[in-house]
Protein backbone atom coordinates (compact mmCIF):
# COMPACT_ATOMS: atom_id res chain seq x y z
CA UNK A 1 0.00 0.00 0.00
CA UNK A 2 1.53 3.04 -0.66
CA UNK A 3 1.75 6.04 1.54
CA UNK A 4 -1.15 8.00 0.35
CA UNK A 5 -3.95 4.83 0.41
CA UNK A 6 -2.32 4.49 4.01
CA UNK A 7 -2.80 8.27 5.52
CA UNK A 8 -6.66 7.83 3.64
CA UNK A 9 -7.26 4.67 5.26
CA UNK A 10 -6.13 6.37 8.70
CA UNK A 11 -8.04 9.69 7.89
CA UNK A 12 -11.17 7.71 6.88
CA UNK A 13 -10.57 5.80 9.87
CA UNK A 14 -10.01 8.19 12.02
CA UNK A 15 -13.14 10.32 10.95
CA UNK A 16 -15.51 7.02 11.88
CA UNK A 17 -14.26 7.00 15.14
CA UNK A 18 -14.63 10.84 15.84
CA UNK A 19 -18.56 10.69 14.43
CA UNK A 20 -19.10 7.29 15.67
CA UNK A 21 -17.53 7.62 19.41
CA UNK A 22 -19.08 11.30 19.14
CA UNK A 23 -23.13 10.04 18.36
CA UNK A 24 -22.34 6.94 20.65
CA UNK A 25 -21.20 8.76 23.61
CA UNK A 26 -24.24 11.62 23.30
CA UNK A 27 -26.45 8.52 22.91
CA UNK A 28 -25.46 7.33 26.02
CA UNK A 29 -25.31 9.95 28.19
CA UNK A 30 -28.80 11.99 26.92
CA UNK A 31 -30.59 8.80 28.20
CA UNK A 32 -28.68 8.13 31.00
CA UNK A 33 -29.34 11.58 32.15
CA UNK A 34 -33.03 10.70 32.29
CA UNK A 35 -32.92 7.39 33.39
CA UNK A 36 -33.34 8.31 37.00
CA UNK A 37 -30.46 6.40 38.29
CA UNK A 38 -27.68 8.66 40.15
CA UNK A 39 -25.50 5.19 39.51
CA UNK A 40 -25.71 5.31 35.76
CA UNK A 41 -24.73 8.55 34.91
CA UNK A 42 -21.79 8.44 37.13
CA UNK A 43 -20.65 5.11 35.00
CA UNK A 44 -21.80 6.52 31.81
CA UNK A 45 -19.79 9.91 32.59
CA UNK A 46 -17.09 7.96 33.18
CA UNK A 47 -17.05 6.25 29.92
CA UNK A 48 -17.53 9.33 27.91
CA UNK A 49 -14.69 10.90 29.09
CA UNK A 50 -12.33 8.39 28.45
CA UNK A 51 -14.26 7.53 25.27
CA UNK A 52 -12.96 11.15 24.56
CA UNK A 53 -9.66 11.13 25.58
CA UNK A 54 -8.98 7.53 23.94
CA UNK A 55 -10.93 7.75 20.92
CA UNK A 56 -12.12 11.45 19.94
CA UNK A 57 -8.89 13.47 21.12
CA UNK A 58 -6.79 11.59 18.88
CA UNK A 59 -9.26 11.42 16.27
CA UNK A 60 -9.74 15.30 15.97
CA UNK A 61 -5.65 15.52 15.70
CA UNK A 62 -5.41 13.10 13.14
CA UNK A 63 -8.34 14.43 10.66
CA UNK A 64 -7.18 17.77 9.91
CA UNK A 65 -3.78 16.83 9.80
CA UNK A 66 -4.14 13.69 7.08
CA UNK A 67 -6.92 15.58 5.65
CA UNK A 68 -4.67 18.53 4.73
CA UNK A 69 -1.86 16.26 3.83
CA UNK A 70 -4.10 14.55 1.63
CA UNK A 71 -5.50 17.83 -0.27
CA UNK A 72 -1.99 18.80 -0.27
CA UNK A 73 -1.21 15.35 -2.54
CA UNK A 74 -4.16 15.74 -4.38
CA UNK A 75 -3.33 19.44 -5.98
CA UNK A 76 -6.69 20.90 -4.23
CA UNK A 77 -5.48 24.47 -2.86
CA UNK A 78 -7.01 24.59 0.53
CA UNK A 79 -8.48 28.42 0.60
CA UNK A 80 -9.40 28.48 -3.00
CA UNK A 81 -11.07 24.95 -3.33
CA UNK A 82 -14.55 25.96 -2.13
CA UNK A 83 -15.98 22.79 -0.99
CA UNK A 84 -12.51 21.86 1.08
CA UNK A 85 -12.54 25.11 2.46
CA UNK A 86 -16.22 25.13 3.64
CA UNK A 87 -15.31 21.82 5.10
CA UNK A 88 -12.69 22.87 7.00
CA UNK A 89 -15.06 25.61 8.10
CA UNK A 90 -17.72 23.12 9.62
CA UNK A 91 -14.93 21.11 11.16
CA UNK A 92 -13.50 24.13 13.20
CA UNK A 93 -16.88 25.19 14.20
CA UNK A 94 -17.64 21.58 15.30
CA UNK A 95 -14.37 22.03 17.17
CA UNK A 96 -15.39 25.60 18.34
CA UNK A 97 -18.57 23.27 20.00
CA UNK A 98 -16.90 20.34 21.58
CA UNK A 99 -13.96 22.25 23.22
CA UNK A 100 -17.00 23.67 25.97
CA UNK A 101 -18.66 20.01 25.52
CA UNK A 102 -15.41 18.38 27.11
CA UNK A 103 -15.22 21.12 29.94
CA UNK A 104 -19.32 20.71 30.51
CA UNK A 105 -19.42 16.85 30.41
CA UNK A 106 -16.23 16.80 33.07
CA UNK A 107 -17.36 19.44 35.20
CA UNK A 108 -20.99 17.37 35.31
CA UNK A 109 -18.90 14.08 35.59
CA UNK A 110 -17.24 15.76 38.99
CA UNK A 111 -20.58 16.77 39.99
CA UNK A 112 -22.47 13.06 39.68
CA UNK A 113 -19.72 11.62 40.82
CA UNK A 114 -19.83 13.88 44.42
CA UNK A 115 -23.84 13.61 44.67
CA UNK A 116 -23.03 9.63 44.44
CA UNK A 117 -20.34 9.74 47.29
CA UNK A 118 -22.59 11.97 49.45
CA UNK A 119 -26.06 10.30 48.73
CA UNK A 120 -27.33 13.68 47.57
CA UNK A 121 -29.22 14.41 44.60
CA UNK A 122 -27.20 16.57 41.44
CA UNK A 123 -27.22 19.83 41.71
CA UNK A 124 -29.22 22.46 39.70
CA UNK A 125 -25.60 23.47 37.96
CA UNK A 126 -25.51 19.61 36.34
CA UNK A 127 -28.98 20.58 34.76
CA UNK A 128 -27.86 23.72 33.35
CA UNK A 129 -24.77 22.39 32.30
CA UNK A 130 -26.42 19.12 30.86
CA UNK A 131 -29.19 21.60 29.14
CA UNK A 132 -25.90 23.52 27.54
CA UNK A 133 -24.14 20.12 26.81
CA UNK A 134 -26.72 18.86 24.70
CA UNK A 135 -27.42 22.13 22.54
CA UNK A 136 -23.28 22.92 21.48
CA UNK A 137 -23.45 18.55 20.51
CA UNK A 138 -26.45 19.28 18.93
CA UNK A 139 -24.48 22.27 16.60
CA UNK A 140 -21.41 19.81 16.13
CA UNK A 141 -23.15 16.76 15.18
CA UNK A 142 -24.86 19.14 12.28
CA UNK A 143 -21.84 19.65 11.07
CA UNK A 144 -20.67 16.66 10.81
CA UNK A 145 -22.78 14.70 8.17
CA UNK A 146 -22.48 17.75 6.10
CA UNK A 147 -18.23 17.30 6.05
CA UNK A 148 -18.90 13.94 5.15
CA UNK A 149 -21.03 14.67 2.14
CA UNK A 150 -18.37 17.21 1.35
CA UNK A 151 -15.43 14.82 1.32
CA UNK A 152 -17.36 12.42 -0.86
CA UNK A 153 -19.07 14.28 -3.33
CA UNK A 154 -16.64 17.56 -3.81
CA UNK A 155 -19.53 19.47 -4.94
CA UNK A 156 -19.86 22.97 -6.95
CA UNK A 157 -21.23 25.18 -4.68
CA UNK A 158 -23.38 28.13 -5.73
CA UNK A 159 -21.27 31.20 -6.23
CA UNK A 160 -22.84 33.16 -3.67
CA UNK A 161 -21.17 30.62 -1.03
CA UNK A 162 -18.37 30.12 -3.44
CA UNK A 163 -17.85 34.17 -3.05
CA UNK A 164 -18.31 34.50 0.85
CA UNK A 165 -15.66 31.67 1.26
CA UNK A 166 -12.97 33.53 -0.43
CA UNK A 167 -12.95 36.28 1.46
Known amino acids: MNTYLLIKTLHIVSSVLLAGTGFGS ?18 VCRLVKRADLWFTTPAVIIQPLSGLWLAN ?14 GLALYLFAGACWL ?33 WEGLGYAAFIAMPIIFYLMVAKPELPPSLTLWLSR
Not at 77 to 83: F, Q
Not at 118 to 132: D, F, G, I, T, V
Open 26 to 43: AFYLFFANRSGSLAAQVV
Open 73 to 86: QAGWPLLSTPWLAL
Open 100 to 132: PVVWLQLRMSDMAEHALASEQALPARYWRYARW
